[in-house]
């Protein structure tokens, strides 16, 4: 783990960081193998147009098929607006 990142136990962390400059990025959930319950995570994300982006990424395996997601603010984070656009490939 580096400096600034954060481990997460209930979901894949996208962005830590505090300021008001929107968050843009891309988050890609794969399946390992048809069947299995395991999902790798890759995101990359900037702040701004003139800041560097930065990407991270997790695995995790689940108990039992996924069945929906979830886009949730952690700690003091809040939700100001924005678009979330979500594409499915079987």
């Given at each position: 783990?580096t400096?600034?990142?954060v481990?997460?136990?209930?979901?894949?962390?996208?962005?830590?960081?505090?300021?008001?400059?929107?968050?843009?990025?891309?988050?890609?959930?794969?399946r390992?193998?048809r069947?299995?319950?395991?999902?790798?995570?890759?995101?990359?994300?900037?702040?701004?147009?003139?800041q560097?982006?930065?990407?991270?990424?997790?695995?995790?395996?689940?108990a039992?098929?996924?069945?929906?997601?979830?886009?949730?603010?952690?700690?003091?984070?809040?939700f100001?607006g924005?678009?979330?656009?979500?594409?499915?490939?079987?």
């Open positions: 783990m400096a600034g990142a481990a997460s136990d209930a979901g894949f962390v996208i962005w830590d960081g505090a300021g008001s400059l929107p968050v843009r990025g891309v988050l890609t959930l794969t390992f193998a069947g299995e319950n395991a999902w790798l995570a890759t995101h990359d994300v900037c702040k701004s147009a003139t560097a982006a930065h990407g991270a990424g997790g695995a995790k395996v689940l039992g098929a996924m069945t929906r997601l979830a886009i949730t603010p952690t700690a003091a984070a809040t100001t924005g678009r979330v656009s979500l594409i499915y490939r079987q």
